[in-house]
């Protein structure tokens, strides 16, 4: 089992920045990517930000430029530092992990919300 707990989201005005953080524990071991998703309300869960295969790494264009995925490989923790945060990227930020045997997990969540 992999557990995965998000912390650092809140509440921000257009234009201002937040750093999320994801704590790994349990068994980290043969994770083949690690990311961040969101979901806002009335949509599905989308793809913001990952890590594949260790250094390898994937963003929405819609946050290009602005976001960007980091990892401390030493606290087994992952981050994502938020830039210029716009209304449209309200919503809850999930942390995932994805092991190479195809089995995921899923952390709780994190309530982002940028007011215009």
């Known amino acids: 089992q992999v557990q995965l707990a998000e912390s650092g989201g809140g509440l921000v005005q257009a234009g201002g920045s937040l750093r999320l953080s994801c704590a790994a524990s349990?068994?980290?071991?043969?994770?083949?990517?690690m990311g961040w998703y969101r979901q806002a309300p009335g949509k599905q869960r989308e793809l913001v930000a990952r890590?594949?295969?260790?250094?390898?790494?994937n963003y929405a264009d819609s946050v290009k430029g602005r976001f960007t995925i980091s990892r401390d490989n030493a606290k087994n923790t992952l981050y994502l530092q938020m830039n210029s945060l716009k209304p449209e990227d309200t919503g809850v930020y999930f942390c995932?992990?994805?092991?190479?045997?195809?089995?995921?997990?899923w952390g709780q969540g994190t309530q982002v919300t940028v007011s215009s």
């Open positions: 995932s992990a994805l092991r190479t045997s195809g089995l995921g997990y």
């Open positions: 890590f594949i295969g260790g250094t390898s790494t």
């Open positions: 349990g068994s980290i071991v043969n994770i083949v990517a």
